[in-house]
């Protein structure tokens, strides 16, 4: 059991994915299609938020590689096309995120992840986690505040 | 005809998955010889949509929709049933192959070259017929 990186809370990790994709790769699909038939990959509120920098590679990289990182975090299986679009990638800080997916993330589950990169790739690493009780967070709580 | 939708997806695979057109051989697997990764299942999908004009729909050539169902995956196996619902729904995939050690993360293995051909071929059988 280890507190979350964001919340500080108890939870215990039930599941860890990672992805890189090339920055070449990411180029050679957006080059190869439509913006209509991109912004399938991506939810609603991403295609709101991001706008244009969906179709820039490094972005575009960004948001799928951390997609497929929840996957693998989450059983690692490949979704098919609807299954991109049902995961929501909230990015809440310099290379940080949550990743919300109510179809394929277990109950109880928090989906938190980070994003590194080169100048070639650009990589997301998702860390699945199980709530825990009150007395386990609350035990963690305290050994945070003395480690403080 | 046969020869010409071949051709066709040897050229439109090896453009999303930057080989060769001689090493998309029917026999390949798309993930073990050619080196798919997930970004290319869709970049498949869009490539085979445009070259033939068809529409695929979601999880009729590569049944990822299937697996978020939990009654057909238990602990990271598809059970009896899944392998069923898959058999059904993809009948071009070789799911009796796959059935000997059916480990989810396992299944892109069993996506062929021949896969998609089958599918196109009786996609544009249908067409016609329509």
């Known amino acids: 059991m280890i507190p979350s990186p964001v919340s500080g809370t108890a939870m215990r990790p039930i599941g860890v994915g990672i992805d890189i994709l090339s920055l070449d790769r990411a180029k050679r699909f957006l080059t190869a299609h439509s913006s209509k038939q991109i912004q399938k990959i991506f939810t609603e509120s991403e295609r709101k938020k991001m706008g244009r920098e969906l179709f820039s590679p490094p972005h575009f990289a960004k948001l799928f590689a951390a997609k497929e990182a929840f996957f693998k975090a989450a059983g690692g299986s490949w979704m098919g096309l609807p299954g991109f679009s049902r995961i929501q990638i909230q990015p809440f800080a310099k290379h940080r995120f949550k990743a919300v997916s109510p179809r394929y993330q277990p ?21 699945l986690y199980h709530a825990e009780s009150k007395s386990q967070k609350s035990k963690v709580k305290t050994t945070i505040q003395k480690l403080k | 005809m ?19 057109p001689e090493e998309v051989r029917p026999e390949a697997s798309l993930t073990k010889d ?31 929709n299937i697996l978020a169902d939990e009654r057909f995956v238990k602990e990271g196996r598809v ?52």
Do not use: H
Not at chain 1, 107 to 127: D, L, R
Not at chain 2, 7 to 19: H, M, P, R, S
Not at chain 2, 83 to 101: C, G, T
């Open chain 2, 79 to 130: 059970t009896v049933g899944g392998l069923a619902e898959i058999k059904a729904k993809v009948p071009y995939l070789d799911v009796d192959l796959f059935s000997r050690d059916p480990q989810v993360s396992k299944l892109a293995e069993f996506f062929t070259v021949q896969m998609i051909l089958r599918y196109v071929e009786d996609r544009l059988a249908k067409e016609v017929k329509a």
């Open chain 2, 2 to 20: 046969e020869k010409e939708i071949f051709a066709k997806i040897q050229e439109t695979l090896a453009g999303a998955l930057g080989v060769e």
């Open chain 1, 107 to 127: 109950k109880e589950t928090t989906a938190e992840g980070c994003f590194f990169e080169s100048p070639e790739w650009v990589g997301a690493q998702v860390i």
């Open chain 2, 34 to 64: 050619l080196g798919a990764e997930s970004i290319d299942f869709i970049d498949i999908i869009f490539r085979l949509e445009k070259a033939f004009n068809i529409k695929i729909p979601n999880g009729e050539l590569f049944p990822g």
